[in-house]
């Protein structure tokens, strides 16, 4: 089910301190995800844009964020592979890539800046760790 936001239900978002919200591209149409940026941006919002695929690319083309996210999981299979990020890449010209999904370690890390991105989320790999931090320490 989608919603959809207005100033009015933005505002708690900003209220409770909320420095940014994420568009996953994979869940509106370009009509939507241009509102919810507007609203977003209009409230001071960071936008991060999420995408998967080249599909959801080409709905994306007209938007103005600078944050760019690529995730790595396959919605369909769930599989997870870095290649999503690099295949996309090309066509992010400009924009910063936000790499998601799928970095275990530092060579991941390493992997990724060689292909100049800089930009980690990383979600699964600090969840499963016993001390975060030594975790942050050993990647980065």
């Known amino acids: 089910e989608i919603y959809t936001l207005s100033l009015h239900d933005a505002l708690p978002i900003c209220v409770s301190g909320a420095d940014a919200v994420l568009l996953i591209a994979a869940a509106l149409d370009a009509e939507q995800l241009?509102?919810?940026e507007a609203v977003?941006?209009?409230l001071g919002l960071t936008v991060l844009l999420e995408l998967h695929d080249q599909s959801e690319l080409e709905?994306?083309?007209n938007m103005t964020t600078p944050l760019w996210g690529v995730n790595n999981r396959n919605l369909?299979?769930?599989e997870v592979t870095l290649q999503q990020t690099l295949d996309l890449l090309p066509e992010l010209t400009g924009?910063?890539?936000v790499t998601e999904s799928g970095i275990r370690n530092?060579?991941?890390v390493d992997f990724m800046r060689g292909h100049g991105v800089?930009?980690?989320l990383i979600g699964e790999t600090f969840m499963r760790a016993a001390d975060i931090e030594a975790e942050v320490r050993k990647l980065f």
């Open 34 to 36: 241009a509102h919810f």
């Open 40 to 42: 977003a941006h209009d």
């Open 59 to 61: 709905k994306c083309r």
């Open 76 to 78: 369909r299979t769930f």
């Open 95 to 97: 924009k910063t890539v």
């Open 106 to 108: 530092k060579d991941d």
């Open 118 to 120: 800089h930009t980690f």
